[in-house]
T-cell receptor, first 114, second 113 residues
Framework: GAGVSQTPSNKVTEKGKYVELRCDPI?????LYWYRQSLGQGPEFLIY????????DSGLPNDRFFAVRPEGSVSTLKIQRTERGDSAVYLC????????????FGQGTRLTVV | GEDVEQSLFLSVREGDSSVINCTYT??????LYWYKQEPGAGLQLLTY?????DMKQDQRLTVLLNKKDKHLSLRIADTQTGDSAIYFC?????????????FGQGTTLQVKP
């Protein structure tokens, strides 16, 4: 596709449920990033993939959060036992290579835990 | 640790210049960025500056970098109502070389007609 695509654009889930958020990066981009933007805050880094491997997952808040990128393209962010504090916009970005000047952001998935 | 700070709010009149300020702590930052976010929209990259430069101009936008003081500013000339948005300063961490960005909390720019 022309840009980074994230689905769904909105997700409402009940506390305690499991959710998956999908990111489809720009074709050929090897680096993929997940960020979380809480209301009134700037985006916070969660995890970075170089190819299929998670090269830096230091931003994941706890072990309820997990992300995969099995074929080095599409990535899924998985959240188990969701809590109301997980409500945020989850942003995905990709770049051709890690450390490139510009990463391209998707529109985000707005997750609301009720 | 790495930290980026911005003032939260700026209000200007249409046609005036706007100056949004940012400070950061990571002296190894390679690139510094300004992003714009309009309500309900994604992040739009406005401009960026390499850490060995002190100024960059791009049409109505001027970025100034004081590396000694770790201070970055964005000046918008002839501010228009369409410039109303949240502006985020971000640094690319130089120590990790992964492209990971550290963002400030954003400055809301209000442009009054």
């Amino acid at each position: 596709g022309a840009g980074v695509s994230q689905t769904p654009s909105n997700k409402v889930t009940e506390k305690g449920k499991y959710v998956e958020l999908r990111c489809d990066p720009i074709s050929g981009h090897t680096a993929l990033y997940w960020y979380r933007q809480s209301l009134g805050q700037g985006p916070e880094f969660l995890i970075y993939f170089q190819g299929t491997g998670a090269a830096d997952d230091s931003g994941l808040p706890n072990d309820r959060f997990f992300a995969v990128r099995p074929e080095g393209s599409v990535s899924t962010l998985k959240i188990q036992r969701t809590e109301r504090g997980d409500s945020a916009v989850y942003l995905c970005a990709s770049s051709l290579n890690a450390g490139d000047t510009e990463a391209f952001f998707g529109q985000g998935t707005r997750l609301t835990v009720v | 640790g790495e930290d980026v700070e911005q003032s939260l709010f700026l209000s200007v009149r249409e046609g005036d210049s706007s100056v949004i300020n940012c400070t950061y702590t990571d002296s190894s930052s390679t690139y510094l960025y300004w992003y714009k976010q309009e309500p309900g929209a994604g992040l739009q990259l406005l401009t960026y500056i390499f850490s060995n430069m002190d100024m960059k101009q791009d049409q109505r936008l001027t970025v100034l970098l004081n590396k000694k003081d770790k201070h970055l500013s964005l000046r918008i000339a002839d501010t228009q109502t369409g410039d109303s948005a949240i502006y985020f300063c971000a640094e690319m961490s130089g120590s990790s070389n992964t492209g990971k960005l550290i963002f400030g909390q954003g400055t809301t720019l209000q442009v009054k007609p």
